[in-house]
């Protein structure tokens, strides 16, 4: 769903938290959703270790620290109207950096977990060039994903990090994810961590941090 949907949602009455450069002297921007049970802030926090000067960040809330109800891989409608409303939550904070002058080839999704799994289908689902997608410990939403996505992301750059046996996120829809986004012309980098669990290990924050450098270089 693009953000120009006129129909609110649960998600539409939180708040956009902010950070980073300021958006009014940013030269690029990050989206950033978090995670089931989690907070905005806490994206913040995170976002502070990939941090470079004129990158601001934007971190829409969900409603009651989540997004949708049920796993991802649940069947689509058993988690609306959060996934949509989410999916509008991610649209507006795009808006916003476009409203303050930032191109979408500057803005940057980054996610963990519920908030990986809904920035992957913003980017799949509203096809253009963005500054990039980076999904940690996520993927895109279903409990069947479509055979063929239309639109091209452009050579978008795409990060997959997760844990080879999350207890979340099997690692067959990571690489789904992946063949999806390649086939939306996304230049994919998939990585999984023997062991890891569910988190973000210092490898990703790297990894990003590169990727956040790439916008304002």
């Known amino acids: 769903?693009?953000?120009?949907?006129?129909?609110?949602?649960?998600?539409?009455?939180?708040?956009?938290?902010?950070?980073?450069?300021?958006?009014?002297?940013?030269?690029?921007?990050?989206?950033?959703?978090?995670?089931?049970?989690?907070?905005?802030?806490?994206?913040?926090?995170?976002?502070?270790?990939?941090?470079?000067?004129?990158?601001?960040?934007?971190?829409?809330?969900?409603?009651?620290?989540?997004?949708?109800?049920?796993?991802?891989?649940?069947?689509?409608?058993?988690?609306?109207?959060?996934?949509?409303?989410?999916?509008?939550?991610?649209?507006?904070?795009?808006?916003a950096a476009a409203d303050a002058g930032i191109p979408t080839d500057r803005v940057m999704l980054v996610g963990f977990s519920q908030g990986a799994c809904l920035a992957s289908e913003f980017v799949a689902r509203?096809?253009?060039?963005?500054?990039?997608?980076?999904?940690?410990?996520?993927?895109?939403?279903?409990?069947?994903?479509d055979e063929e996505y239309p639109g091209d992301l452009e050579g978008t750059p795409a990060f997959l990090g997760c844990s080879d046996v999350d207890p979340h996120i099997p690692e067959e829809r990571v690489h789904e994810t992946a063949d999806a986004l390649e086939s939306m012309n996304a230049e994919v980098t998939t990585r999984l961590y023997e062991g890891m669990g569910h988190g973000v290990n210092d490898d990703e924050l790297e990894f990003v941090s590169e990727m956040v450098a790439d916008l304002v270089d």
């Open 1 to 95: 769903m693009s953000a120009g949907d006129d129909t609110a949602g649960p998600h539409q009455d939180q708040p956009l938290v902010t950070g980073g450069t300021d958006l009014e002297d940013a030269s690029a921007a990050l989206v950033l959703t978090h995670g089931r049970g989690a907070t905005a802030r806490g994206m913040l926090q995170l976002a502070t270790e990939v941090h470079r000067e004129g990158v601001a960040f934007l971190a829409p809330q969900a409603a009651g620290k989540t997004w949708y109800p049920n796993s991802f891989l649940a069947p689509v409608e058993r988690n609306e109207p959060g996934r949509t409303s989410g999916l509008r939550a991610v649209g507006d904070a795009i808006e």
């Open 126 to 145: 509203n096809p253009r060039r963005y500054g990039g997608l980076a999904a940690l410990s996520g993927g895109l939403i279903g409990e069947e994903l």
